[in-house]
């Protein structure tokens, strides 16, 4: 019993008990919805390996400013944090979080929500509609894009998408976008996703105009 305790509260095992066979049973991905727990046989992590993904689940944190990814890694933290709680790995990691921080200079504030639509929309493919304010002018327009690329540079978040109003690629700062609405229709590729980088920013950059 202890060990079917371990394996289902410690690491996370969907193992129930079956009233109709009295047996415990181990629950079937197919029986459930799209995030019922997946098996991954044979996945076992050092206590090193533990606090290196604790770490990088805190920088990911620091990084972005809404709940996009953080809501998916937070049951993940909590399991890491059980595996660790027994061991003396623990207060290391605790120790080692506190320790982390990132500076970043000239950083802008970008609503989580405005965070989390630009995000959605891009990883779904769909086109999204929004009002900007250019920088320069405080001219204010609306516009529907194709959300192409989501750049973190310079401490800062930038969408370069094709703009359907300007009819070419663009790039936005998420800062200036305000009341994000997500299209039904699809996004276009205006290029290649996986093309290499070749500076500091991508090759394509000195052609996408701002905004």
Known sequence: MRDLAWLRDTLGHPIHWDTESRTYRWTSPT???????????????????????????????????????????????????????????????????NRVRIVELGRREVPPR????????????????????????????????????LIHYRSNWLLDAWCHVRDELRSFSLDQISDPRTRHSASGTAFSAARPCNGPRCASRPSVHAG
């Open 31 to 97: 029986t459930g919805g799209p995030d019922t727990p997946q098996e991954v046989a044979g996945l076992w992590f050092k206590p090193s390996e533990v606090l290196a993904l604790l770490t990088l689940q805190h920088l990911i944190k620091e990084v972005q400013p809404g709940d996009l990814l953080h809501r998916h890694l937070r049951p993940i933290e909590q399991r890491l944090n059980k595996i660790l709680c027994k061991d003396a790995a623990s207060e290391a990691a605790e120790s080692r979080l």
């Open 114 to 149: 405005c965070f989390e639509s630009v995000g959605t929309a891009l990883v779904d493919r769909r086109r999204l509609s929004f009002r900007y304010q250019a920088r320069g002018t405080g001219e204010i327009s609306e516009r529907t894009v194709s959300p192409q690329r």
